[in-house]
Antibody
Framework: QVQLVQSGAEVKKPGASVKVSCKASGYTFTSYYIQWVRQAPGQGLEWMGIINPSGGSTNYAQNFQGRVSMTRDTSTSTVYLELSSLRSEDTAVYYC?????????????WGQGTLVTVSS | DIQMTQSPSSLSASAGDRVTITCRASQSISSYLNWYQQKPGRAPKLLIYATSDLQGGVPSRFSGSKSGTDFTLTISSLQPEDFATYYCQQGYSTPYTFGQGTKLEIK
C-alpha cells in the first residue's frame, strides 16, 4: 500500500535550519510529484512547493523563495524539505503529499506530518 | 497569487442535513478546484478533484459544482463522521493556494 513516512518532530532555535524527510513506498517513486504543505497551530493549510522526483525539478511558493529547498534521493525513494533562517512563525506541522502527474495539485496520499517548533 | 475565499468559516448542522460550502476564486481557474476534509490531528483527505470528480472511496453524498469562479461542495445528508474542517484548493497555477477552511460542527 502507498505510504509516505516522515521524520520525527524537531525543535529548532530561531535562525537555524531544519531538514524533514519523507520516505515513499508502495508505488513507483518517480511517477508522482511530491508537494509540501504546512499548517501552523490552529491555522489553515499553506502550500510550500512541489518536486518532480523523476528529474528533481522544483517549484517553490514565492513566500519561501530563498529559504526553502526540496531535494530527492531516488535510491531510497526519499524526498527532503529544508527550510532555513527559521523564525517563530515557521512553527507548524509540515506534510509531504503525493500528487499524480495528470493532476499535480490533487494530493491523493499524505504523510503523517512532522511538527517543527521554532523557539528560543 | 490566486486568492481563494471560502464561506462560511464555520457552520453548525445536524446529522441528516444538507450542507453547502462555497469557495470563490479571485480569477478564473477553469475547473482546477479540489476539496479536502481534515479531522483534528490528521492529515487532510482528498474528497473531490477537478471541481466535481469524486476521489475513490469517497461516499456519493459528497458532490462538487461550479458557477463561474464560484465553487460549491455539497454534502447531501450529513453523517456523524462528516464533522470536520473542509478546505478548497485551486490547482490552476502555482502556488496552489487553499481557502481558509470551513469548520463544520454538530448543532
Amino acid at each position: 500500500q502507498v505510504q509516505l513516512v516522515q521524520s520525527g518532530a524537531e525543535v529548532k532555535k530561531p535562525g537555524a535550519s531544519v531538514k524533514v524527510s519523507c520516505k515513499a513506498s508502495g508505488y513507483t517513486f518517480t511517477s508522482y510529484y511530491i508537494q509540501w504543505v504546512r499548517q501552523a497551530p490552529g491555522q489553515g493549510l499553506e502550500w510550500m512547493g512541489i518536486i518532480n522526483p523523476s528529474g528533481g525539478s522544483t517549484n517553490y511558493a514565492q513566500n519561501f523563495q530563498g529559504r526553502v529547498s526540496m531535494t530527492r534521493d531516488t535510491s531510497t525513494s526519499t524526498v527532503y524539505l529544508e527550510l532555513s533562517s527559521l523564525r517563530s512563525e515557521d512553527t507548524a506541522v509540515y506534510y509531504c503529499a503525493r500528487a499524480p502527474f495528470s493532476s499535480e495539485s490533487s494530493v491523493d496520499y499524505w504523510g503523517q506530518g512532522t511538527l517543527v517548533t521554532v523557539s528560543s | 497569487d490566486i486568492q481563494m475565499t471560502q464561506s462560511p468559516s464555520s457552520l453548525s448542522a445536524s446529522a441528516g442535513d444538507r450542507v453547502t460550502i462555497t469557495c470563490r476564486a479571485s480569477q478564473s481557474i477553469s475547473s482546477y478546484l479540489n476539496w479536502y476534509q481534515q479531522k483534528p490531528g490528521r492529515a487532510p483527505k482528498l474528497l473531490i478533484y477537478a471541481t466535481s470528480d469524486l476521489q475513490g472511496g469517497v461516499p456519493s453524498r459528497f458532490s462538487g459544482s461550479k458557477s463561474g469562479t464560484d465553487f460549491t461542495l455539497t454534502i447531501s445528508s450529513l453523517q456523524p463522521e462528516d464533522f470536520a474542517t473542509y478546505y478548497c484548493q485551486q490547482g490552476y497555477s502555482t502556488p496552489y493556494t487553499f481557502g481558509q477552511g470551513t469548520k463544520l460542527e454538530i448543532k
